[in-house]
């Protein structure tokens, strides 16, 4: 049951990671023909591409850990045997959890920063800490799911 909610948030947050992408993909097309024709870009439209892109790239993540589609190198999982490969990857599940935890309340850290110092973008002045923030929820949905698939190997 866990792994069924934890699975569909993971595909809700990726959906929502699309949606900020393709958002930011004519945000960019309209600012590239607005600079080459009318000389009238976007203003700030590379800042807006930099924290969105920070808040869609970790909405990502949990369902990468999910489907196990995280890029590893098994140069010597070929030669050990499977209790052996299942203990490895239950550790890089757990170390995984943990550096998602820590990037989470770091970045949690950071937002609080952000907000009692009144942290803005250069161009717009767009408070830090909203795309701070709204990377924290990604970072501890991928810390759960690390935790859940460390679990889900050790149970095999």
């Not at 045997?81 to 203990?87: D, E, G, L, S, T």
Request: contains cysteine; charged residues 10%; aromatic residues 6%.
């Amino acid at each position: 049951m866990a792994g069924v909610i934890l699975r569909r948030l993971s595909l809700g947050f990726a959906l929502a990671g699309g949606a900020i992408v393709l958002v930011l993909i004519a945000m960019s097309l309209v600012s590239l023909v607005g600079r080459k024709l009318f000389s009238a870009p976007i203003p700030g439209d590379i800042e807006v591409l930099q924290m969105a892109i920070a808040v869609a790239v970790t909405a990502f993540l949990p369902l990468c850990e999910m489907t196990d589609n995280h890029i590893r190198v098994d140069l010597v999982a070929g030669f050990l045997p499977a209790p052996v490969n299942r203990a490895l990857l239950a550790i890089g599940h757990l170390l995984l959890a943990a550096a998602a935890g820590l990037m989470g309340w770091r970045t949690f850290l950071l937002m609080q920063n952000s907000q009692d110092y009144g942290s803005t973008s250069t161009m717009l002045g767009v408070p830090l800490w909203w795309p701070q923030g709204l990377m924290v929820p990604s970072l501890a949905l991928l810390a759960l799911c690390g935790l859940y698939r460390a679990a889900r190997e050790i149970r095999s």
